[in-house]
C-alpha cells in the first residue's frame, strides 16, 4: 500500500518508514498525511484505515524561530517521521533498531546536531533515543563510532584520491555494485587503464595549481587485482603521494598473488582488504562467489609476509545462513585476527541478482548483527565507521572495526563527508566539501567502463573546472 501525503516533498521518507516496519511487504491497510503550518506551529495528522474504518492521528509541533528554509524542511520532515513511527510502533508493536532515522547515516546525523549547537556532545545517546526512538543498544554504538572518530581533520584544503577498478572476476549474486566480469571486458582493460592515467595526468596539475594537499588513497571497485601486476605496475608508478594511508582493495582473494603484492608493496601501498564474505563454503557456492576459504587463509598469510594493514568484509544475512555459521565465521575472523573487520547487512538492491528475493531467518540476522557488535568489541575491536543503505534486512547497518590504531581514515571521510574526494574511474563520483560554508557538490563519472573511455576528454575537462 502507497502511503498518501499532502506533499510530494516527505512521501518517499514515510514511504521507506512504511516499508521497514511491513518488511516491505504491502501494508494491509491505507495511510493518508495531510499537515497544516500556523505561524511556527505544525500540526501533522495520519488517517490509518481501511474502508470506511479510518482512525485519525494528530500532534503538534512548534518549531524553533528564524530557521532557514533548508533546516526548517528537514525538522519538519523529522517530526513528521517520528509521528508516524510512533503510530505504526504502538499499531505494530514493534520498535525498530533505528528508530525513525531513515535515509541519514547515523553518525554523520548525531555530528550535525552536536555541530549546529541542537545537542551538547555528551548527550548523543540520550538524545537519539528519546527524540528519534533509537534503541539504547545503537545510540551507544553511534556514542562510540564518534568518539574513534577524533582522528579526523576538516580542512578545505585536504583531499583523498580514488580510483575505482569497476571489474570483477565474476559477479558475486548479492553483489549491487556496477562491475564487468573479465570476460566481457578484458580487450578493453589496458585502455581503461590508460583513460585512468589520462585523469590522473590532469588531476595531478590541478592539485599542484590550486596546492591541494593528498591525504589517503583508495583504489577500490569492484576488484582492483584483477588487473595483471603488469597492469598495476602501470597504474601504481603513476601515483606517488607521500601519504600515510594507501589502500588497494583486492577483496577477492582469488585475483591475490605474490608478483601484485610485490607492486603494491613497491608503490607504498599500506592497507589491503581480503574478503571473505563467509567462512561457509556451501555458502559460498550458493551466492555464486567462486573462491574458497583456503585461497583465504593463503591470501592473508602472503599478506602477512608484506605488514600490510588487512580488511576482512563478511555480510550477515547471506542466502540460507543461520545465526550458528555466522558465528563460526566470527570465530574464524577471530582467529585470523586482521587489523580491520568490516560487518555488513545484505541489502536487496534492484541491481543484484538476487533482487525481490525472500529473505528467511530475518530475526537470525538481527541476531548476527548484534553478535557480531559484541563479539568484535569483546576481542579488542572497537567500531569506527558506519552506514545504512536502503533496502539492507531489518533496517540494519554496516560497520567498520578497527583493532589498535588502524583506522581507515579514507572511510570516515567518506561516510562522514570530512574531506573532499577527487574520483578517477568508471562510476566514480569526485566530491567537494566546503567546510566553512557547509556544503557538499558532487560530479559522477560515466557509469560504464565503455561511455567512460570513449566520454574520457569531456570528463577530464569537468573534473578540472570542478576542483579550480
Ligand atoms: C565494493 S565491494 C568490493 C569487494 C570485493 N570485490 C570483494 O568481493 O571482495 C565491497 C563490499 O561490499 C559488500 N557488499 C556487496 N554487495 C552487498 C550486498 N548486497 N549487501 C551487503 N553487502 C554487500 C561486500 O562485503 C563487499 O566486500
Ligand atoms: S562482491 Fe566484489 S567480486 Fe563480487 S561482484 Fe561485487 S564487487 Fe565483484
Do not use: A
Given at each position: 500500500m502507497k502511503i498518501v501525503c499532502k506533499s510530494a516533498d516527505f512521501e518517499n521518507d514515510l514511504q521507506d518508514l512504511v516499508n521497514l516496519f511491513y518488511d516491505e511487504e504491502d501494508c494491509p491497510f491505507s495511510i493518508e498525511h495531510t499537515f497544516e503550518k500556523n505561524g511556527s506551529t505544525l500540526s501533522s495528522t495520519f488517517f490509518v484505515g481501511s474502508g470506511d474504518e479510518q482512525k485519525k492521528y494528530e500532534k503538534t509541533f512548534v518549531l524553533r524561530p528564524n530557521l532557514d528554509a533548508l533546516l526548517e524542511k528537514s525538522l519538519t520532515k523529522r517530526f513528521f517521521k517520528n509521528h508516524l513511527y510512533e503510530i505504526l510502533s504502538t499499531i505494530t508493536k514493534k520498535s525498530l533498531p533505528w528508530g525513525s532515522l531513515t535515509g541519514v547515516r547515523p553518525t554523520k546525523f548525531a555530528r550535525d546536531l552536536v555541530e549546529r549547537g541542537e545537542v551538547k556532545p555528551h548527550l548523543i545517546s540520550e538524545t537519539l533515543v528519546r527524540d528519534y526512538h533509537v534503541s539504547g543498544e545503537k545510540a551507544r554504538l553511534v556514542t562510540q563510532i564518534l568518539q574513534n572518530q577524533k582522528c579526523v581533520i576538516k580542512n578545505d584544503k585536504l583531499l583523498d584520491l580514488f580510483i575505482n577498478i569497476p571489474i570483477c572476476p565474476t559477479r558475486c549474486n548479492y553483489c549491487s555494485f556496477i562491475s564487468s566480469e573479465l570476460k566481457t571486458v578484458a580487450g578493453r582493460v589496458d585502455e581503461y587503464v590508460s583513460c585512468v592515467l589520462k585523469e590522473l595526468e590532469a588531476v595531478k596539475k590541478v592539485i599542484a595549481e590550486k596546492s591541494y594537499i593528498v591525504r589517503n588513497i583508495y583504489i577500490g571497485g569492484g576488484t582492483p587485482t584483477v588487473l595483471s601486476a603488469v597492469q598495476l605496475d602501470r597504474l601504481l608508478s603513476q601515483i606517488n603521494y607521500p601519504v600515510s594511508e594507501f589502500t588497494v582493495e583486492c577483496g577477492r582473494p582469488d585475483t591475490i598473488t605474490a608478483e601484485k603484492l610485490d607492486v603494491l608493496k613497491k608503490h607504498g601501498v599500506t592497507r589491503i582488504s581480503i574478503n571473505p564474505q563467509t567462512f561457509c563454503e556451501a555458502t559460498l557456492k550458493r551466492i555464486g562467489r567462486k573462491c574458497n576459504n583456503k585461497e583465504v587463509f593463503d591470501a592473508y598469510m602472503l599478506a602477512m609476509k608484506y605488514d600490510f594493514v588487512v580488511n576482512m568484509d563478511i555480510i550477515a544475512g547471506l542466502s540460507g545462513e543461520r545465526l550458528g555459521i555466522f558465528k563460526r565465521t566470527i570465530g574464524t575472523l577471530l582467529e585470523l585476527y586482521p587489523q580491520n573487520i568490516t560487518v555488513h547487512t545484505l541489502s536487496l538492491k534492484n541491481a543484484s541478482q538476487i533482487r525481490g528475493e525472500e529473505v528467511k531467518f530475518k530475526d537470525d540476522i538481527t541476531k548476527m548483527v548484534e553478535y557480531a557488535e559484541k563479539t568484535l568489541m569483546e576481542n579488542g575491536y572497537k567500531p569506527y565507521y558506519m552506514y545504512r543503505q536502503k533496502h539492507q534486512v531489518g533496517g540494519l547497518e554496516n560497520v567498520g572495526f578497527f583493532r589498535d590504531?588502524?583506522?581507515?581514515v579514507f572511510n570516515i571521510d567518506s561516510m562522514e563527508d570530512t574531506s573532499s574526494v577527487i574520483a578517477l574511474g568508471a562510476g566514480a563520483i569526485s566530491k567537494r566539501v566546503f567546510n566553512i560554508q557547509n556544503r557538499i557538490e558532487r560530479l559522477p563519472n560515466c557509469k560504464f567502463i565503455e561511455d567512460y573511455i570513449s566520454r574520457i576528454d569531456e570528463m577530464i575537462d569537468k573534473k578540472i573546472k570542478f576542483f579550480s
Open positions: 590504531d588502524n583506522v581507515c
